[in-house]
């Protein structure tokens, strides 16, 4: 008796094993198990079509007719096994401090992979008038997500009669988080709001709920790399509201022309102690 191992490489790796009767020569036996495992994967496999004669040109070209198109173009690519899902819909996401107030700055496309779908995405929403939160990721698992901040906020303002802060926000979001750790929500937050005293508060952090604090910026999405060089070379302590608006705009432009899943145009909130402007940025329609 002979055994084949067939293994079949694409979205998931599938392995058949396949014993077949024994056979005058160890070839021809394993020619036949092999023959009997594609059988059993692709039910239309004629079984004489592979002989121990054929050519491998032969059996490369019958095994390409048969196998489906999708699976082929699995079995010849890897993209799919390499992509992260967080960069399945794109995104841009950026947050910097002034003077007693802070900026959040998001591109507006909405892809699947290098297809645009729309161009008027919304990734920065408000929780009260002076505490934002930008998600960037999976674009269902965002709109999922801040729903369910809302709620809870919701509630907290029920009980406590109060809005919450940044700080306490944040510790919500990352315990939200935390806690759906074995089936997360793909989305990467962006927390910005003002507290006490007017000071600006902005933090980051990942899909598990690590929080990463800032005194000037932080950035998420899948242009952060050049965000985060952008932001290093524009960025200038204590600015005031005017100057701050134009360098995170500056910045989220130059950054998003550097990567292809993100882009078309920019929204920017600019908060102040007293008012909030919302604007926005025409960029490259490419």
């Known amino acids: 008796m002979h055994k084949v191992i067939l293994r079949i490489r694409g979205v998931s790796t599938k392995y058949i094993e396949c014993f077949r009767d024994s056979k005058p020569q160890k070839k021809a036996a394993r020619e036949s ?19 121990s004669s054929s050519s491998s040109l032969e059996r490369k070209n019958t095994l390409s007719a048969l196998i489906p198109l999708s699976l082929e173009s699995s079995l010849k690519s890897n993209h799919f096994s390499n992509m992260s899902i967080f960069e399945y819909n794109g995104s841009a996401l950026v947050a910097m401090v002034g003077k007693n107030c802070f900026a959040i700055a998001s591109d507006r496309r ?9 161009t008027d995405f919304q990734r920065v929403f408000k929780i009260h008038d002076r505490l934002y939160i930008g998600l960037s990721g999976l674009a269902t698992d965002t709109q999922t997500f801040h729903q369910r ?46 507290g006490d005293n007017d000071e600006p508060f902005i933090c980051t952090m990942d899909c598990l709920g690590a929080k990463e604090l800032a005194k000037d910026f932080v950035v998420s999405g899948t242009a952060n790399e050049s965000l985060y060089g952008a932001c290093e070379s524009m ?26 899943l993100s882009g078309w145009g920019g929204y920017v909130l600019l908060v102040t102690p007293t008012e909030v402007q919302e604007k926005i940025l025409k960029g490259r329609m490419d």
Do not use: N, W
Request: glycine share 6%; with cysteine.
């Open 235 to 260: 960025y200038k302590p204590d600015m005031e509201p005017e100057e701050l608006f134009e360098t995170i705009s500056q910045a989220l432009l130059a950054s998003v022309d550097r990567d292809c």
């Open 149 to 194: 901040l809302v709620f809870r906020h919701k509630l907290y303002k029920l009980r406590e009669e109060r809005d919450m802060k940044p700080q306490t926000f944040a510790s919500l979001v990352s315990s939200l988080l935390y806690e759906k750790r074995f089936g997360p929500y793909f989305c990467q937050p962006v927390i910005a709001g003002l």
């Open 33 to 51: 198990a092999a023959q009997g495992a594609l059988c059993i994967q692709f039910p239309g496999f004629p079984t004489g079509r592979l002989s």
């Open 110 to 118: 909405l892809g699947v992979q290098l297809q645009t779908v729309a």
